[in-house]
């Protein structure tokens, strides 16, 4: 079996799209799943980038039509001009829907587990945002822990029926905590409305050590969720985290929510971190989005993802340490000194946390994205919460 078994090619011709670009614009650039499978095999000519579209919608709770999604999508994407970078971009067609859903997911587990053993990032258009749940199946055989980031308004979680609940885009993320094997390390919402998410979700997020980010925290200082995303391993945005007069292309939209500058802008931190592996974009409906504004920004997005990807500074702590700058502090009660580590490549920061390894009595660290603040705060002698919740998960 291979992964054209999962994939139906693109028809430019049924899409509408034109086939005339200029040399410097996506549709010209990117490689088209048009007749014959692109060669993934020959590592010269493999793509860094792979886009794909999923024809799924059933389960976007009350948004039926999101599998219609990426064909929208590449419309507006081809017209884009390619950034001051070559790219190598394939665009593999879309996953078609199973028989039933959980085929679906199957499908999309294969071929992400696929590409990412080939070193090729997977984007994700289409479908519900239940399809984070098989983006994240993924990694499962991946010999890792997995740190994963969603970009939502709410917390879907259903806190009634913990156990026995079905699989959809509003209860998926019990499904990613409860899964066994256990592989998932972390947890983090960004963009949540408070008025969205009950108390009991955010009681659970604080039990498990899971971060939460609040619209209103860091509105005017997107920088706060930069290193939220620069841990994650796997990026879910479901478009209903972006206020419906940017992005009404969503049954579920609402009158709060992110801009579209910083939807992009946040895509562009997702491509910047040399740790993201996949990233998805859910939520999307054209039945909502007769002008086409949704589409626009979301192939805007996927522009900022790619943009960012090919401005990587592969900085994250590595050797040689003439790269890096070395902090330590002392907090009050002298129980931990905290050493912080910042890139001379790009200013970024992260923090050492410590822990024993479960074979082996020595020290381990473990380096967790932080900001400068955090560092701030620990030489005001205060403890900085991301630290701490970070020790606890490594116990």
């Given at each position: 079996?291979?992964?054209?078994?999962?994939?139906?090619?693109?028809?430019?011709?049924?899409?509408g799209?034109?086939?005339?670009?200029?040399?410097?614009?996506?549709?010209?650039?990117?490689?088209?799943y048009?007749?014959?499978?692109?060669?993934?095999?020959?590592?010269?000519?493999?793509?860094?980038?792979?886009?794909?579209?999923?024809?799924?919608?059933?389960?976007?709770?009350?948004?039926?039509?999101?599998?219609?999604?990426?064909?929208?999508?590449?419309?507006?994407?081809?017209?884009?001009?390619?950034?001051?970078?070559?790219?190598?971009?394939?665009?593999?067609?879309?996953?078609?829907?199973?028989?039933?859903?959980?085929?679906?997911?199957?499908?999309?587990?294969?071929?992400?587990?696929?590409?990412?053993?080939?070193?090729i990032?997977?984007?994700?258009?289409?479908?519900?945002?239940?399809?984070?749940?098989?983006?994240?199946?993924?990694?499962e055989?991946?010999?890792?822990?997995?740190?994963?980031?969603?970009?939502?308004?709410?917390?879907?979680?259903?806190?009634?029926?913990?156990?026995?609940?079905?699989?959809?885009?509003?209860?998926?993320?019990?499904?990613?905590?409860?899964?066994?094997?256990?592989?998932?390390?972390?947890?983090?919402?960004?963009?949540?409305?408070?008025?969205?998410?009950?108390?009991?979700?955010?009681?659970?997020?604080?039990?498990?050590?899971?971060?939460?980010?609040?619209l209103?925290?860091?509105?005017?200082?997107?920088?706060?969720?930069?290193?939220?995303?620069?841990?994650?391993?796997?990026?879910?945005?479901?478009?209903?985290?972006?206020?419906?007069?940017?992005?009404?292309?969503?049954?579920?939209a609402?009158?709060?929510?992110?801009?579209?500058?910083?939807?992009?802008?946040?895509?562009?931190?997702?491509?910047?971190?040399?740790?993201?592996?996949?990233?998805?974009?859910?939520?999307?409906?054209?039945?909502?989005?007769?002008?086409?504004?949704?589409?626009?920004?979301?192939?805007?997005?996927?522009?900022?993802?790619?943009?960012?990807y090919?401005?990587?500074?592969?900085?994250?702590?590595?050797?040689?340490k003439?790269?890096?700058?070395?902090?330590?502090?002392?907090?009050?009660?002298?129980?931990?000194?905290?050493?912080?580590?910042?890139?001379?490549?790009?200013?970024?920061w992260?923090?050492?946390?410590?822990?024993f390894?479960?074979?082996?009595?020595?020290?381990?660290?473990?380096?967790?994205?932080?900001?400068?603040?955090?560092?701030?705060?620990?030489v005001?002698?205060?403890?900085?919460?991301?630290?701490?919740?970070?020790?606890?998960?490594?116990?």
């Amino acid at each position: 079996m291979t992964l054209a078994d999962f994939l139906s090619p693109i028809s430019l011709s049924e899409l509408g799209i034109d086939t005339e670009y200029y040399n410097s614009q996506f549709g010209h650039i990117i490689q088209k799943y048009e007749h014959e499978f692109p060669d993934l095999e020959e590592e010269e000519q493999r793509p860094n980038l792979a886009i794909i579209g999923i024809e799924e919608g059933r389960g976007a709770v009350n948004n039926n039509g999101t599998q219609k999604a990426a064909d929208v999508v590449r419309k507006h994407l081809y017209d884009l001009y390619q950034g001051d970078y070559n790219v190598k971009i394939v665009d593999l067609g879309n996953i078609k829907a199973g028989s039933t859903i959980k085929d679906t997911y199957v499908a999309v587990k294969l071929v992400l587990e696929e590409l990412m053993k080939k070193d090729i990032l997977p984007i994700l258009i289409g479908g519900g945002q239940d399809l984070t749940y098989a983006q994240y199946l993924a990694y499962e055989h991946l010999e890792q822990r997995v740190d994963v980031a969603v970009i939502d308004s709410k917390f879907d979680l259903d806190q009634e029926n913990v156990v026995d609940m079905p699989l959809n885009s509003q209860t998926y993320l019990n499904h990613i905590i409860l899964h066994q094997p256990d592989y998932l390390f972390n947890l983090s919402n960004i963009a949540y409305q408070t008025y969205l998410v009950s108390k009991e979700s955010i009681n659970m997020y604080d039990k498990l050590f899971f971060n939460a980010l609040r619209l209103g925290s860091f509105s005017g200082k997107l920088d706060q969720a930069e290193p939220i995303i620069r841990s994650a391993d796997m990026l879910s945005f479901d478009i209903g985290a972006i206020r419906a007069s940017e992005a009404g292309g969503n049954a579920n939209a609402g009158p709060n929510g992110l801009y579209g500058d910083e939807a992009c802008q946040l895509a562009r931190y997702a491509g910047m971190s040399d740790k993201c592996s996949s990233f998805g974009i859910y939520e999307f409906n054209p039945t909502f989005d007769p002008m086409g504004q949704t589409g626009m920004l979301i192939a805007q997005m996927i522009w900022c993802f790619v943009d960012g990807y090919y401005g990587r500074k592969k900085d994250a702590p590595i050797y040689p340490k003439s790269n890096y700058i070395i902090y330590r502090t002392t907090l009050e009660s002298d129980e931990y000194e905290l050493v912080f580590v910042k890139s001379k490549k790009s200013d970024r920061w992260w923090m050492q946390v410590p822990y024993f390894g479960s074979k082996s009595v020595n020290e381990r660290f473990y380096l967790v994205p932080c900001r400068y603040e955090d560092y701030q705060l620990a030489v005001s002698g205060e403890m900085p919460d991301l630290w701490w919740k970070t020790h606890q998960k490594l116990q």
